[in-house]
């Protein structure tokens, strides 16, 4: 019995090291991770046309013309980026969190509106500031970052989901 439970711990010990040795090396080989990391600046995800590439944070002349924008979070731009803004808490190794993500780089996010994707490993006191417990939630927030509205995505991994339930 005894070597039962060594060989279960063993085991728990051998996955949880392996989820955190692809979490820091980036995930997978693919250049999917290379893409929002790579763009400090907000930038369009879905459409090049159109694409000011200049930081849309604090940049008002965007504000009436900017299209939609998927960025990765930092705490200041919250207050500096006008219109609706979403908080994607999204993990590297959740295949939902992929598929989610896949599908608002393929989408149009709607002009107004910024998603935020928030590292759900890295970010413990954000998720607990929201209340998140679920990789694929998504929170709405005003201008100073409190919470309007949310959404957990992980059944309807869809950009069209978040739309519906959070984008007016």
């Not at 790579?38 to 159109?50: D, I, K, L, R």
């Not at 393929?106 to 935020?116: D, K, L, M």
Request: hydrophobic fraction near 35%.
């Amino acid at each position: 019995m005894d070597r039962k439970a060594l060989l279960v711990v063993a085991a728990i010990v051998v996955v949880v090291g392996g989820g955190l040795v692809y979490s820091i090396a980036g995930g997978s080989s693919d250049d999917s991770d290379t893409g929002p990391t790579a763009n400090s600046a907000p930038a369009v995800s879905s459409t090049p046309a159109g694409d000011d590439s200049a930081p849309a944070a604090g940049n008002n002349t965007q504000k009436a013309k900017a299209p939609g924008a998927y960025v990765d979070y930092s705490p200041e731009l919250i207050g500096e980026t006008p219109g609706t803004k979403l908080l994607f808490f999204h993990a590297p190794w959740c295949s939902q969190c992929q598929a989610l993500e896949a599908d608002i780089e393929a989408s149009e996010i709607p002009a107004g509106t910024t998603i935020f994707k928030v590292d759900y490993d890295s970010n413990q006191d954000l998720r607990q500031k929201y209340g998140v417990t679920i990789q694929t939630t998504m929170v709405k927030v005003d201008d100073n970052g409190n919470k309007i509205d949310e959404l957990v995505a992980y059944d309807e991994p869809t950009f069209d989901s978040v739309e519906r339930a959070l984008i007016q």
